[in-house]
């Protein structure tokens, strides 16, 4: 647990109170929680153009991953935080809001499907998480490294050239940070499934074969027809992706 000794010093009506020494830390679901992996929203332009999260707990969620190694080298998602510490702050009172979260790392741990520990890490990162108001929850948003890539090469050698093929993995993640009070906090562990595979994420739309050659291809001389080629958000994770962005990738040429 990241639990660091911390002094927090208390002003009260404009003077400076004794400091005092504390060695809290809260490590539990019920303040800090990971409510799950928000889908990728959908892209209607260039890569990253349309791919902004918004932290509602309506979602929408994965229940699991993708992640195709013929194009990523690592398996980022975008976590929903929640924090369910009520706001205290009352400016009447002079008294600061310290309930607030700021996001300073993820603890990762990866296993494969029977449960054998394949690696662990830590991820620095950053984010913020409002505290609870009005009996509603705070919410945050917050990326990090779930699959990294010394295992995305171990599984794409696993893999090998068979396209298609896949091997289950297991990502768990806790964050933590600091409260605006000082206080060391870290959240319960958040455990995702994730489907790593070799080129299954590669789609074959209506209008991108040539109907001359073998199928499926995407030989098509022209770029009319069916289908979409919206770009995903991050190559190779969770999104398909229309074989004709990806013409300099095998899988995308069979």
Do not use: W
């Amino acid at each position: 647990m990241r639990c660091k000794r911390s002094v927090v010093s208390t002003v009260v009506a404009g003077a400076m109170a004794a400091a005092v020494a504390s060695t809290a830390c809260v490590a539990n679901n019920g303040s800090l929680l990971i409510l799950g992996v928000l889908a990728p929203p959908t892209n209607t332009g260039a890569a990253g153009a349309s791919c902004l999260y918004t932290p509602t707990q309506d979602g929408p969620y994965l229940s699991y991953g993708t992640l195709d190694v013929a194009f990523a080298e690592q398996y980022v998602p975008t976590m929903l935080v929640g924090n369910q510490m009520v706001c205290r702050g009352d400016p009447s009172q002079f008294r600061v809001e310290t309930d607030r979260v700021t996001l300073q790392g993820a603890i990762v741990r990866i296993t494969d499907a029977s449960g054998a520990q394949l690696t662990s890490y830590t991820v620095l990162g950053s984010g913020f998480v409002d505290c609870s108001s009005g009996g509603t929850m705070g919410l945050g948003t917050y990326s990090t490294t779930m699959i990294d890539p010394s295992t995305v090469d171990a599984v794409r050698q696993a893999l090998g050239s068979t396209i298609g093929a896949s091997k289950r993995l297991v990502g768990y993640a806790k964050v933590y940070g600091i409260t605006t009070g000082g206080q060391h906090i870290e959240s319960g562990e958040f455990s995702f499934p994730i489907n790593a595979c070799l080129g299954c994420l590669v789609t074959f739309p209506a209008g991108s074969a040539d109907p001359a050659q073998p199928l499926p291809n995407c030989l098509a001389t022209s770029s009319g027809g069916g289908g979409s080629s919206a770009t995903p958000c991050i190559f190779g994770q969770d999104q398909t992706i229309d074989c004709r962005l990806c013409q300099n990738n095998a899988v995308c040429i069979p």
